[in-house]
């Protein structure tokens, strides 16, 4: 089975603070990405990557940045944290040779900026 | 993007009974997945149906999909408690940019 974990479930930080959100898959999988969801606003995608030192913008990354420097890691980083980046994070990974596109996820981070 | 978009946004319904929920979307796709997902939880992949068929059932989940209209339904019979959650579309194409919608929030009363 697939399996992709995120670094702690729940993370209280102070406005200003650099914050660090690692996600780790271990199947080989090229593609991963970053959501947040938000009520009444449901997933919206932050960035992705497609291979290794790869990314591409989603529809909402500003504040945010990316690193992928290996292929089973892809970590989330907010340089200077906001109240209004508190939100639910969902790390992801998909193996686009699959062709059916599933993907498959963390269990999610909570993270509270105060 | 090709963003999907469930309605209803929330669904009540008595355990036993059937749960329908619909999702559109916008451009032309490779197939439609439906995700399903557990409060304060990832999202689960349930079912996938591709552009070229109608439809397929899965145990108790039966999806639809009507390329022309730009829809798909998920119909969950004979539901459970276990099956409250928040189910998501989510269309697919050769884009990398897999985007979803808002959810349909399921909650089956026992």
């Known amino acids: 089975d697939v399996k992709v974990t995120q670094s702690s479930r729940y993370l209280v930080k102070r406005t200003g603070e650099k914050v660090f959100l690692e996600c780790v898959q271990d199947?080989?999988?090229?593609?991963m990405f970053w959501y947040r969801q938000d009520p009444g606003l449901g997933l919206r995608l932050i960035y992705f990557?497609?291979?290794?030192?790869?990314?591409e913008k989603g529809d909402i990354p500003e504040g945010y940045s990316v690193s992928r420097e290996k292929k089973e890691r892809f970590s989330l980083i907010l340089e200077s944290a906001s109240t209004n980046q508190t939100s639910m994070y969902l790390c992801?990974?998909?193996?686009?040779?699959?062709?059916?596109?599933?993907?498959?996820f963390g269990p999610g981070t909570r993270l509270t900026v105060l | 993007s090709q963003q999907g978009e469930e309605d209803p946004q929330a669904l009540s319904i008595q355990e036993g009974e059937n749960a329908t929920m619909n999702c559109s979307y916008k451009?032309?796709?490779?197939?439609l997945q439906w995700y399903r997902q557990n409060s304060g939880r990832g999202l689960v992949h349930l079912i996938l149906i591709r552009s070229n068929e109608r439809e397929k059932h899965s145990g108790r989940l039966r999806v639809t999909l009507d390329t022309s209209k730009k829809s798909s339904s998920l119909l969950i019979t004979a539901s459970r408690a276990a099956d409250t959650a928040s189910y998501f579309c989510?269309?697919?194409?050769?884009?990398?940019?897999?985007?979803f919608g808002k959810g349909t929030l399921l909650t089956v009363n026992p």
């Open positions: 989510r269309s697919g194409g050769s884009n990398y940019k897999l985007t």
């Open positions: 451009t032309s796709i490779n197939n």
């Open positions: 990557s497609y291979d290794v030192k790869m990314k």
């Open positions: 992801a990974s998909r193996d686009p040779r699959m062709g059916n596109n599933e993907q498959f």
């Open positions: 199947m080989d999988h090229e593609n």
